[in-house]
């Protein structure tokens, strides 16, 4: 079975949560959704997208992007095609999920093969845990920040604390499953996204546009950086878990509608927040530097302390609802790599790991952002590369995926193909040697084609453009588009799978 403690068949026929029913942990795993649990229409893909990203960090994204050394208006021409553009590859592979209505994970193997496929499904998973690590450990210091503010105490046990109920509340709605989420997310969408607008009317004065136009321009390199630090804080973060939502969708959803509201789901909040931080960054040097050290604490300095609370409140919901999304990815991931337990129990696990990761941060960690910059790039490559591949392969496509067959090592889609296989460790290896982070010291081996390539090294002008983001996404879908066409047509035009159980795996 494809969750090998599921009580349902592949096709999911009384696994679910349907709408109508009384919450309850869903059963679903790596299971297609059958016919009479899938529900819904494309717009409402609008609030689990806009739940997860109107986050307050997209103000603090405005401190980062100006910390490449570019001005107002280049940093927000990279910010908004960095942002639309990455969320619109989300859109696309959200069509995935509405033709095979399996996890986004699943749907690779199409493309990866059925073993093949947990080397991406690896990558995957390790990128959704580091975000809702990030995500739960910015609530916490968010919230210890507050407290201090407040004079309520903002030490050791305070963060404890925090740390508990944000871990707990993420882990429960993972746990719990998509209805749960769903709901959820249209909650923290109406709650974040009032209290938001509140925050930005009592802040706008320290808005000096005088200050901000000064601000210098930088190289083209530096815009480049830019661009591709948004693209990976952003659509890159989320495109391996994007069909996991729409897998939801009746399978006559339009396609357009899919990546639609998708992309203008995920996109609009991250884009006025961006604008409201780059001019509150732009203004202040020192609340610049200060996002970097503690990007959600930094922002409640220049707040009156009457909503210091309310601000606690958008700010934990914020984040809680991106990480709410990613524990539920990552337990999808997780069995995809091959883990045999219920999905749950899968969130379960990432849920222990998550903790443990933002103790680290919380407690040990001095330096948030050179670490955070690090994890976006180097695990940024991998998942470019996988994004180019899965994205040519869905364009080749004319057919629906065989449900049968994506559980199948010996059907259509094959168990280790070594083409897509290769091309993804050719466009990671030669990504990894097109970026470099300094401030993190465990990424000194990258940027070596830097050098060979005349781009002036570890420490020249391209050092800090991370074109290998670019390089791997293009390597990965031209080189697909080229070697996989024969592939696929094999593949559709193969008869069409045996019993739903015969000769499958997890």
Known sequence: MADSADTTDRTGTTGGSPAGRQLQVETHGLDVIGDADRKGTPRTLFWPWFGANVSVLGLSYGAFVLGFGISFWQALVAGVIGI???????GFVGVAGKRGSAPTMVLSRAAYGVRGNRLPSVVSW?????????????????TATVFDRLGWGGGTGTKVVALVLVGALTVVG????????????????????????????????????????????GSAQEFIGALVFMMTGFGLGWVNAAADYSRYLPRSSSSRGVVGWTTFGAS????????????????????????AADPIGALTTILPTWFLVPFAVVAVLGLVGGAVLDIYSSGLALLSAGLRVPRYLAALVDGVLMIAGSVYIVFVADDFLGQFMGFLTTLGVPIAAWCGVMLADLLLRRRDYDEGDLYRPGGRYGDLPATPLLLTLAATAAGWGLVTNSAANWLEWQGYLLGPLGLGGRSGSWAYANLGV?????????????????????????????????????
Not at 134 to 140: I, R, W
């Open 470 to 506: 670019l390089i791997a996404l293009a390597t990965g879908f031209l080189g697909t588009l080229a070697l996989g066409r024969g592939r696929v047509r094999a593949q559709e035009g193969a008869p069409p799978s045996p019993g739903a159980d015969a000769g499958t795996i997890a």
């Open 126 to 142: 390790m990128l959704t845990v580091g975000w809702e690590t990030v995500l739960c450990s910015l609530a916490t210091l968010a």
């Open 84 to 90: 639309v553009f990455s969320f619109l590859l989300c």
């Open 174 to 217: 993972g746990v719990m499953g998509f209805d749960v989420i769903m709901r959820l997310q249209t909650v923290i969408t109406v709650v974040t996204g009032v209290l938001t607008l509140v925050y930005v009317v009592l802040v706008a004065d320290h808005v000096h546009w005088s200050t901000v136009s000064a601000v210098p321009a």
């Open 268 to 291: 609009v909040a991250p884009l006025l927040l961006l604008v409201f931080g780059l001019l509150l960054a732009g203004s202040s040097a020192g609340l610049e530097t200060a996002v």
